[in-house]
T-cell receptor
Framework: SQQGEEDPQALSIQEGENATMNCSYK?????LQWYRQNSGRGLVHLIL?????REKHSGRLRVTLDTSKKSSSLLITASRAADTASYFC???????????????FGKGTKLSVIP | GAGVSQSPRYKVAKRGQDVALRCDPI?????LFWYQQALGQGPEFLTY????????KSGLPSDRFFAERPEGSVSTLKIQRTQQEDSAVYLC???????????????FGPGTRLTVT
């Protein structure tokens, strides 16, 4: 079952604009990660934010986490056509007895950046 | 360096056939995960290995699904008597193990797209 829900499901912006995607989840987490998936390819890790962190930056990416609201946002600044992809949030609730650290993904946001 | 590789990239199987999907994780990565991704959905967890031990198989949808990692490196996901609902992309990921709270990022392979006709 899907843990997270990304919002919006699809987003279309012009190159140079900022893109904001949101993610909500249901249960307590150890950390939250964002991944990108280009069409027909595997997932690429973007950024990991731990439950005791509120904000994290990596290049043009900014992630926030609000554990009280069980939500996170991913901001991509100065978007480029190459940012066109699906973006997924994934939560890790920690070892389920066996320490599996399995990730639970949302359904993703499909971002289109128009040149 | 080499990433996670999977083979075949595409597989078409007739309903009822058995299939085997292979995953080569990043060298030295102790943890290995299998996920199933249906069209338009996010990946869903199937099973997890730590070295050769299968520590979590709670996501396997039925007893037709079987995974192994006998030497703690390459893993095979086998699906017996395939059904149309098995059509999906099967993703493999590997990760360093971290003790205690938290985890490392997972590195994903390109996936195997399985189509059952």
């Amino acid at each position: 079952s899907q843990q997270g829900e990304e919002d919006p499901q699809a987003l279309s912006i012009q190159e140079g604009e900022n893109a904001t995607m949101n993610c909500s989840y249901k249960t307590s987490i150890n950390n939250l990660q964002w991944y990108r998936q280009n069409s027909g390819r595997g997932l690429v890790h973007l950024i990991l934010i731990r439950s005791n962190e509120r904000e994290k930056h990596s290049g043009r990416l900014r992630v926030t986490l609000d554990t009280s609201k069980k939500s996170s946002s991913l901001l991509i600044t100065a978007s480029r056509a190459a940012d066109t992809a699906s973006y997924f949030c994934a939560t890790d609730a920690g070892g389920s007895g066996a320490g599996s650290y399995q990730l639970t993904f949302g359904k993703g946001t499909k971002l289109s950046v128009i040149p | 360096g080499a990433g996670v590789s999977q083979s075949p990239r595409y597989k078409v199987a007739k309903r009822g056939q058995d299939v085997a999907l292979r995953c080569d994780p990043i060298s030295g990565h102790v943890s290995l995960f299998w996920y199933q991704q249906a069209l338009g959905q996010g990946p869903e967890f199937l099973t997890y290995f730590q070295n050769e031990a299968q520590l979590d198989k709670s996501g396997l949808p039925s007893d037709r699904f079987f995974a192994e990692r006998p030497e703690g490196s390459v893993s095979t996901l086998k699906i017996q008597r395939t059904q149309q609902e098995d059509s999906a992309v099967y993703l493999c990921a590997s990760s360093l193990v971290m003790s205690g709270r938290g985890s490392y990022e997972q590195y994903f392979g390109p996936g195997t797209r399985l189509t059952v006709t």
